[in-house]
């Protein structure tokens, strides 16, 4: 059974880069057949799509986001982070990561994903 938790500072200033981590369990990593993505919903809204990372380390980033975005991933700690740069207060959102056996771009959907986190909240915020 693969769990994710998400964790990151629950607070960050406008302006500043948002780092978040995703922690694996259950699985090795590169898994053999997992994607890694990273989803958010700010308050009152829908699912985003971020990017997903693949088993083999490839990016795929959603075109709104990617100059200000970047997924890695850690195989020796089993962690996925997200950086995204030079936030704004229409970042504050819960983020979620979630992982497929298949390559899902653009679409948020949870029940499209195999496992899914709990979520971190995050507040931009002066």
């Known amino acids: 059974q693969v769990q994710l938790q998400e964790s990151g500072p629950g607070l960050v200033k406008p302006s500043q880069t948002l780092s978040l981590t995703c922690t694996v369990s259950?699985?090795?990593?590169?898994?053999?057949?997992?994607?890694w993505s990273w989803i958010r919903q700010p308050p009152g809204k829908g699912l985003e799509w971020m990017g997903v990372i693949s088993y083999s380390g490839s990016t795929y980033y959603s075109p709104s986001l990617k100059i200000r975005t970047s997924i890695a991933r850690d195989t020796s700690k089993k962690q996925i982070t997200l950086q995204l740069l030079s936030v704004n207060p229409e970042d504050a959102a819960v983020y979620y990561c979630a992982a497929s056996q298949r390559l899902i771009l653009g679409a948020p959907a949870k029940d499209l994903y195999d496992y899914w986190g709990q979520g971190t909240q995050v507040t931009v915020s002066s």
């Open positions: 259950g699985a090795s990593l590169p898994a053999g057949f997992y994607y």
